[in-house]
C-alpha cells in the first residue's frame, strides 16, 4: 500500500523577497546555536519532526551528526520562547550562492502563536546575509526550501506569506508507513 506525497519546492531570488512577519507577543528571542551540538541537533529535529514524519536523519550516528554541523557556513537559529526552545531552522549554504533552508519548524506546543512566521524571516534574512558572517562566501542568490503534504498543514502558507515562489512541484508515492510519524522518542504516539 502506499501512498501520494506532494512536494512543492520553493525560492526567493532576492533580499527584497523577504516578507518578513511581525514579532509574536511575549518573551521570544532568536539566537544562533553557535557551538555544533549532535546531541542538541538530534533534540530539535526529532521534537519537531516527530508528528510530521521527520525520519531521514534518525539513523545518523553522532559522527554524521557533527559532519553535517560542521559544514563551512551551516547555522542553526533557535527561537526560545521564555528560555524554552520553541523550534529552529538549519541554513546550508551551497558553492553557487544558493543557501538552502534543511529544516525549518516549530515543536507542537508552540505552533499557532505567531512563532513560525517570526523564526522562518530571521532564518531567511540570514540566509540572504550569510556570506558577511562567514569572509571568503559567494554572497547569496537564492535561498530555496522544500515541503511537503506530510508536513504542517500551515507550512506552504507561511513559506508564501514570507515572499516564498514556487518553482517546481513533485507528486510521488511513498510506501504507506512514510505517513506514519515516530515521534520525538520511541512509543511517544503509542
Known amino acids: 500500500m502506499s501512498i501520494t506525497v506532494t512536494t512543492w519546492y520553493l525560492e526567493q531570488t532576492s533580499p527584497d523577497d523577504l516578507r518578513p512577519a511581525a514579532a509574536p507577543d511575549g518573551d521570544v528571542t532568536v539566537v544562533r546555536a553557535e557551538v555544533p551540538s549532535p546531541e542538541f541537533s538530534r533534540f530539535l529535529y526529532s521534537a519537531v519532526g516527530g508528528d510530521l ?6 539513523g545518523l550516528t553522532h559522527a554524521q551528526w557533527r559532519e553535517l554541523l560542521e559544514r563551512p557556513g551551516a547555522e542553526t537559529w ?3 520562547d521564555r528560555g524554552t526552545p520553541a523550534g529552529y531552522v538549519e541554513l546550508d549554504p551551497q558553492d553557487d550562492g544558493v543557501v538552502e533552508i534543511m529544516y525549518f519548524g516549530l515543536i507542537p506546543a508552540f505552533r499557532g502563536r505567531r512563532i ?4 522562518l524571516s530571521y532564518g531567511t534574512a540570514r540566509a540572504w546575509d550569510l556570506a558577511d558572517r562567514w569572509p571568503g562566501r559567494t554572497p547569496t542568490t537564492r535561498v530555496r526550501l522544500n515541503t511537503c503534504s506530510l ?3 500551515h507550512a506552504l502558507a507561511n ?3 514570507r ?3 514556487v518553482h517546481d512541484t513533485r507528486v510521488t508515492e511513498k510506501p504507506a508507513e512514510a505517513a506514519v ?3 520525538p522518542w520511541p512509543g511517544a504516539y503509542a
Open 151 to 153: 508536513d504542517g498543514e
Open 163 to 165: 515572499g516564498f515562489r
Open 116 to 119: 513560525g512566521g517570526h523564526l
Open 159 to 161: 513559506y508564501r506569506r
Open 53 to 58: 514524519c521527520w525520519v531521514d536523519r534518525l
Open 181 to 183: 510519524a515516530p515521534g
Open 78 to 80: 533557535v527561537a526560545y
